[in-house]
């Protein structure tokens, strides 16, 4: 039903998906033209419940001052997905596509499922011209389908599909919004494609440099996308196999990162050893990518990409094997303390974070397993539950600690920078071990307290005679 701020309203825009993406990304659109209307709809009843409360569904550092400030306003959340499609102008499709889990292409390709059920549903509660714009992170030539489906029915309504990709990165997603490296807009190269590719130009617009937005040929576009995160995914996967080779060869992974990368043919960012990338993004787009490029019978450029996604596999399994080996080959019945289980700082986010893995890894080996993070405690009781063997979780860090043989960093958090390490040796089984998965601790100081410090690709601290 359009309500007397319709009037007032240049254009209704609709977000279909409330998720990480959905959610933030329509709040700055939101904020930055007061003059539209946003509604984001998601099939998920209590995740919509949750953006309407006080307690939004996701933690992102600035989100819930953003949200507050045009929620009511100009910003809406609602269930009501085939009223949202009535009455929208513009779509943008913000819904998961997660990796396949069955089927051809099982463990590599995407699973579009979400995806084609909103195309469809797209076309039979349309009764006016829409664009309709993939935000989420798709195969390149899904537009392809998405158009095909569209224009299945001769009924007057045209439908412009654009792809507009999202680079936002979990808890840093406000900053990014607002002040993006470039906005990427493809369309098909016609007349039409064009002129509703301006239309979402002139949104960005109001708030991002001309200069910044940059617009394609849809393909490209879907592409890039793929590219951006697969190269991202690379620089990581490079320093942590070169994090192999400084431990057996006493360089340090830090300043050999530090001085590849003031190279400014290869820049700083990305290179932090650790181990291992997680997050939903990463692997499932590799992997997507590795899908198409064997589909189209590139075996050797599937075969690059896919061992960004193996180094990442073996970093994880190579932490373990370290702490076995420091730890007098077994972990068995030890205490094992794993600091944060985000994926990354400053999100409560844990999917395939590497502490999963790791945590899973620890209690095959029969380890007792205690776990902390400020914000994903939550997440990870849903993520190993069901688990046999003893798994403890702990919001404290120094609760969390207090009789294990050894901690281990997961997640860059930076209170674990700051915490009081001398109280937490004391309070530790001794010998006391530290395995930084972040390379974020004051390892001399750690050492000097009497820990034995394992960092990843720099030589060890120990108290052992050698
Ligand atoms: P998410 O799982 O957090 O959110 C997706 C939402 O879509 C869910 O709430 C789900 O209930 C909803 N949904 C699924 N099918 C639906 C349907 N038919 N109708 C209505 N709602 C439906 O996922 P996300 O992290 O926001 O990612 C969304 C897309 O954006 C993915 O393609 C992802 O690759 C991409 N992306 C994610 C990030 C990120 O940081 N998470 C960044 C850039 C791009
Ligand atoms: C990533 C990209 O950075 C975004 O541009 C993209 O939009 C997003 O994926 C997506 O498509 O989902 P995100 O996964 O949220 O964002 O976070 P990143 O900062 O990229 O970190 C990914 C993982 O790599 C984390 O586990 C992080 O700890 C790890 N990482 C990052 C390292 O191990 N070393 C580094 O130097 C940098």
Redesign the pocket.
């Known amino acids: 039903m359009k309500t007397k701020l319709d009037a007032v309203n240049k254009k209704n825009i609709l977000c279909i998906g409330a998720g990480y993406v959905g959610g933030p990304t329509m709040a700055m659109i939101a904020a930055k033209c007061p003059d539209y209307r946003v509604t984001v709809v998601d099939i998920n009843p209590q995740r919509i419940a949750a953006w309407n409360s006080d307690d939004l569904p996701i933690y992102e550092p600035g989100l819930d001052e953003l949200v507050r400030t045009v929620r009511g306003k100009n910003l809406f959340f609602s269930t009501d997905i085939e009223g949202g499609i009535r009455d929208s102008d513009i779509i943008f499709v913000s819904v998961n596509t997660p990796t396949k889990t069955f089927g051809a292409g099982a463990g590599m390709a995407a699973d579009l499922q979400y995806w084609e059920k909103t195309a469809r549903q797209i076309l039979e509660n349309s009764v006016s011209n829409k664009i309709v714009i993939e935000k989420s992170?798709l195969p390149v030539k899904t537009a392809l389908a998405m158009e095909r489906i569209l224009n299945s029915q001769p009924n007057g309504i045209s439908f412009d599909v654009l792809s507009n990709p999202?680079?936002?990165?979990?808890?840093s997603a406000i900053r990014d919004l607002e002040n993006p490296d470039r906005i990427l807009i493809g369309s098909r190269e016609t007349k039409r494609g064009r002129s509703a590719r301006n239309t979402i130009v002139e949104i960005y617009a109001r708030w991002i440099p001309r200069d910044r937005i940059i617009t394609t040929n849809i393909w490209s576009s879907e592409l890039s996308?793929l590219v951006?995160?697969a190269f991202?995914a690379q620089?990581?996967s490079s320093?942590n196999a070169i994090s192999a080779l400084c431990e057996k060869t006493e360089a340090d992974v830090t300043e050999v990162a530090r001085a590849v990368g003031m190279d400014s043919r290869i820049g700083a960012?990305?290179?932090?050893?650790?181990v291992?990338?997680?997050?939903?993004?990463?692997k499932k787009?590799i992997l997507n990518l590795v899908y198409l490029c064997r589909f189209y019978g590139l075996e050797e450029v599937a075969d690059y990409w896919e061992s960004v996604v193996n180094i990442n596999a073996y970093q994880q399994e190579r932490f373990i094997m370290n702490m076995m080996t420091a730890m007098f080959n077994t972990l068995a019945g030890k205490r094992i303390c794993i600091f944060g289980f985000a994926?990354?700082a400053d999100t409560g986010d844990t999917r395939e974070?590497?502490a999963i893995f790791i945590a899973k890894r620890l209690l095959e080996e029969h380890a007792e397993v205690v776990i902390s993070d400020p914000k994903a405690l939550d997440n990870a009781r849903i993520d190993l539950s069901g688990l046999a063997g003893v798994l403890d979780y702990r919001e404290d860090p120094y609760e969390a600690a207090a009789g294990c043989h050894a901690l281990a960093v997961m997640t860059?958090w930076g209170i674990y920078r700051t915490l009081d390490y001398e109280r937490i040796y004391r309070e530790m089984a001794k010998p006391a071990f530290i395995f930084d998965g972040r390379n974020i601790l004051d390892h001399a100081a750690c050492f000097r307290i009497g820990f034995n410090v394992y960092p990843i690709g720099k030589p060890p601290l120990t108290h052992f005679d050698s």
Do not use: M, Q, V, Y
């Not at 999202?166 to 808890?171: C, P, Q, T």
């Not at 291992?276 to 990463?282: A, E, K, T, W």
């Open positions: 992170t999202e680079f936002l990165a979990e808890g996308k951006s995160n991202l620089r990581i320093i960012k990305f290179l932090n050893a650790s291992g990338f997680g997050g939903s993004c990463f787009d994926f990354k974070s590497p860059e």
